[in-house]
């Protein structure tokens, strides 16, 4: 079946230094891929997605690449600000009605 | 201004007393859906339903109930809670169940402790 695994946190950054989140994943046939974020005492919402092989998702200064031959989808932001803090999911599908998440992985940014 | 309201936000309640977590969506969606959040497990699909009267199990419905009567509401039933069902819950909303763009929007969460 669908499965999403990514990388452990938690990851404690510097204001303005480079963020990235691993994510690889298991599926079969041609699942999207998405990245969920989640603010403190917030459910998730979607920050970015990619549909089709080599699609690049990108917002709020996140992007995400849909690499099928290593089957990853990580996230990266060149710059982080404090206010970037937030639990990131890694999630693929739709697959029997169901996106399947990662585990997350939390996120501190200190000015 | 489009959501998912979620009720109670915080429960502490002991085992074996019934409740309900109300979910309301007002954005018209067909798709709603009911995930828990544990550490290290992520988020794991309880039941789902794909419109009014349907509703079908999803990775763990072991010790829930739901129901869909109506289009905007989704309540998640706890017959017989259990410690092991101690936990965030989020509500979940689709248009088109999914398929087109498999985004979902989530209410805030309900956190549920079972003593």
């Known amino acids: 079946g669908n499965s999403v695994t990514q990388m452990e946190g938690p990851v404690t950054l510097s204001e303005e230094a480079f963020l990235t989140i691993n994510c690889t994943y298991t599926a079969t046939g041609y699942p999207s891929l998405f990245w969920y974020v989640q603010y403190p005492g917030e459910g998730l919402q979607l920050l970015l997605k990619a549909t089709k092989a080599d699609d690049k998702g990108s917002n709020k200064g996140f992007e995400a690449t849909y690499r099928k031959e290593t089957t990853s989808f990580h996230l990266e932001k060149g710059s982080v600000q404090v206010s970037d803090s937030a639990v990131y999911f890694c999630a693929l599908g739709p697959n029997d009605y169901k996106l399947s998440f990662g585990a997350g992985t939390t996120v501190t940014v200190r000015a | 201004e489009a959501q998912v309201t979620q009720n109670p936000r915080y429960l502490i309640t002991v085992t074996g007393k019934k409740l309900t977590v109300t979910c309301s969506q007002n954005m018209n969606h067909e798709y709603m859906s009911w995930y828990r959040q544990d550490p290290g497990l992520g988020l794991r699909q309880i039941y789902y339903?794909?419109?009014?009267?349907?509703?079908d199990k999803g990775d763990v419905p072991e010790g829930y109930k739901v129901s869909r009567k109506e289009k905007r509401n989704f309540p998640l039933i706890l017959e017989s809670p259990s410690p092991n069902q101690t936990s965030l819950y989020f509500c979940?909303?689709?248009?088109?169940?999914?398929?087109?763009?498999?985004?979902?929007?989530f209410g805030e969460g309900s956190r549920l402790t079972v003593l």
């Open positions: 979940a909303s689709s248009l088109l169940g999914l398929a087109k763009t498999g985004e979902l929007f």
């Open positions: 339903s794909m419109n009014v009267e349907v509703t």
